[in-house]
């Protein structure tokens, strides 16, 4: 694809087809641009969430906070703790909530990010288990600690493999309640491969693949974004590294 420029004459042209610099179609050539030039610049890995790393686009943490104030789950399950940025977002939100719990599943929690996460205020409303995501043990414990009654959320965010990723939704989908969500993080690597830091393999090997092979398996769940309560966005489209990563239980 050869893109051209013009802000004198507000045009992008896309091998050869002019478009108004201001419409949507441009708007959409630039953001997946962006996004993927951020891959390659490590973007996301510019920003922190109470003190900790978080390793997230500000507008995917924007989105994930607008379904977890709708959903108001008792208890989020996010497979990948990394530096706990997250973890303790989540936590975050739901001490502003006034309720709910946060499950973390790492195979390796390096002792000082478990440190940093003991040691912080958010703390209290966090379990951390180590050990691989879908092996039968940690799972058990995930489940034991699911009280009756509990609404819960699904956040896929360790190995993003696409046979990794069918076995945590294997693992996991039925936890999740009807009417909520499971988000699988980082399709993101469909776009982005080849480039650098993206091997070309990642075309395949990949969530979204996971994800839609998932949906042919299950009609109690759909693609669906959760919905946004406020948009005056004329129709603009997301800059995201989960473009097909929402999902939602259907209600019973």
């Given at each position: 694809m050869k893109i051209s420029i013009d802000?004198?004459?507000?045009?992008?042209?896309?091998?050869?087809?002019?478009?108004?610099?201001?419409?949507?179609?441009?708007?959409?050539?630039?953001?997946?641009l962006w996004v993927k030039t951020g891959w390659v610049r490590k973007y996301s890995y510019g920003f922190s969430w109470l003190g900790r790393p978080i390793i997230q686009l500000p507008d995917d943490m924007l989105r994930i906070q607008e379904a977890i104030w709708q959903v108001q789950?008792?208890?989020?399950?996010?497979?990948?703790?990394?530096?706990g940025g997250s973890l303790i977002f989540y936590a975050s939100l739901m001490e502003?909530?006034?309720?709910?719990?946060?499950?973390?599943?790492?195979?390796?929690?390096?002792?000082?990010?478990?440190?940093?996460?003991?040691?912080?205020?958010?703390?209290?409303?966090?379990?951390?288990i180590e050990g691989s995501s879908v092996a039968a043990d940690v799972v058990a414990q995930v489940k034991a600690l699911i009280r009756p009654?509990?609404?819960?959320?699904?956040?896929?965010?360790?190995n993003h493999s696409r046979d990794h990723v069918a076995a945590e939704l294997a693992a996991y989908a039925d936890l999740v309640t009807p009417g909520s969500y499971i988000l699988?993080?980082?399709?993101?690597?469909?776009?982005?491969?080849?480039s650098p830091r993206a091997p070309a393999e990642w075309a395949d090997d990949n969530p979204i693949t996971a994800v839609r092979a998932f949906?042919?398996?299950?009609?109690?769940?759909?693609?669906?974004?959760p919905p946004r309560p406020f948009d005056e966005t004329l129709d603009t489209p997301d800059c995201s590294h989960h473009p097909v990563g929402w999902l939602r239980r259907k209600p019973a």
């Open positions: 802000t004198d004459a507000s045009s992008l042209i896309i091998d050869g087809a002019a478009h108004d610099l201001h419409s949507r179609e441009a708007f959409a050539v630039i953001a997946d789950p008792d208890l989020i399950i996010e497979t990948g703790i990394a530096h502003m909530i006034g309720k709910g719990r946060v499950i973390g599943l790492d195979i390796d929690i390096r002792a000082h990010n478990r440190a940093a996460i003991e040691a912080h205020a958010m703390v209290k409303r966090i379990t951390m009654g509990d609404v819960v959320m699904l956040i896929l965010d360790s699988s993080q980082d399709g993101v690597m469909q776009m982005v491969a080849g949906l042919a398996a299950r009609p109690d769940f759909e693609l669906a974004k």
